[in-house]
């Protein structure tokens, strides 16, 4: 799996997302769900900016890192942002397509563009730069 390679982007935060992939395994759906619902709702959220950061796993445990290790109760934000209910939680994930509130979770979900910041600002930077030089 490539996000190996990049788990400075997964945090608490953008976990749920992973609830919506076909890649992702019912059995890790359902680990992620069960951490979230244990770790409890939050009645309000702190304003505050995610910090994406390089976890500290060698390579060996990146091989064994699973979605589930990252959840936890800033992982409600999605579904408070979104404002989406959760209902389909309490179903085994197989029978979450059954529920208009999944269907419309998954549908939010799909349609969110991705955009990486630091790259394009780069880019655009080295743009600029060549275009002022001369030589």
């Not at 934000?77 to 059954?98: G, H, S």
Request: hydrophobic share 40%; net charge negative.
């Amino acid at each position: 799996m490539l996000i190996r390679r990049h788990l400075w982007y997964l945090s608490q935060e953008l976990v749920p997302l992973s609830l919506c992939d076909n890649y992702t395994s019912d059995v890790e759906k359902a680990a992620i769900v069960t951490i979230m619902l244990r770790a409890g709702r939050p009645q309000h959220f702190q304003q505050q900016k995610t910090v994406m950061k390089e976890h500290p796993l060698n390579n060996r445990m990146r091989d064994e890192v699973k979605l589930h290790a990252f959840a936890g109760e800033l992982s409600w934000l999605v579904f408070e942002r979104l404002d989406v209910e959760i209902d389909w939680m309490q179903l085994p994930p197989p029978d979450w397509m059954d529920s208009p509130a999944f269907v419309r979770f998954k549908n939010l979900v799909d349609s969110l563009k991705v955009v990486n910041d630091c790259a394009e600002r780069s880019i655009k930077d080295v743009t600029e730069f060549v275009n002022y030089s001369k030589d």
